[in-house]
């Protein structure tokens, strides 16, 4: 049926630079508005902003990014770190309520070495729901994700401000 493997569209050019915008960073470009880039962005105050990723593993897949360009955790600052890590609980909060995912893996890929595509300090938030592999996944070698981009989008965007508000940051 499948007559060597199916593919993500798309990504693979991306992922070797092919069809990456002429941007000095990406993450900046994306944190502008740059209209060469695809903005996903969700949420955005004084020291981040969040986005989809564009190639999700699955729906709600989301980045927390600093606002300052910086590529390793180190450089930080103690107010950069508590708001950010407050950001990833208030991001599961809202995707807890909107998807009901099973797990989360949250990580940063900081460097190439480590897997990191984009050398400007970021953190994906990726809710994981249980038996994710189908037929398509095995066969096909390729992921499905079965939500589209704007629908997503317009879910977080309608709902973020509940999870993510002043008072949040300000109770612990």
């Known amino acids: 049926m499948f007559k060597d493997w199916l593919r993500a569209l798309g990504k693979l050019d991306y992922v070797q630079g092919k069809s990456r915008p002429k941007v000095e960073c990406i993450l900046c470009a994306v944190k502008d508005n740059d209209e060469r880039v695809v903005t996903l962005k969700v949420y955005e105050d004084e020291i ?3 986005s989809l990723n564009l190639y999700p593993y699955n729906p ?3 980045m927390i990014i600093p606002n300052r360009h910086i590529t390793s955790f180190l450089d930080l600052s103690k107010e ?3 708001h950010i ?4 609980q208030g991001v599961q909060l809202l ?3 909107l998807y009901n995912p099973k797990g989360y893996n949250i990580g940063i890929n900081q460097g190439i070495i480590a897997g990191g595509s984009i050398e400007h300090l ?3 938030i990726v809710p994981r729901y249980g038996a994710e592999l189908g037929y398509i996944d095995i066969v096909g070698k390729t992921r499905v994700v079965p939500e ?3 629908s997503v989008k317009k879910k977080l965007e309608a709902n973020i401000h509940k999870f993510l508000n002043k008072e949040f940051y300000e109770t612990f």
């Open 148 to 150: 589209g981009m704007d």
């Open 48 to 50: 981040l902003f969040i």
């Open 95 to 97: 995707l807890d309520s």
């Open 85 to 88: 890590n407050r950001t990833i």
């Open 60 to 62: 709600g897949h989301l």
């Open 80 to 82: 950069e770190i508590v």
């Open 122 to 124: 970021h953190i994906h």
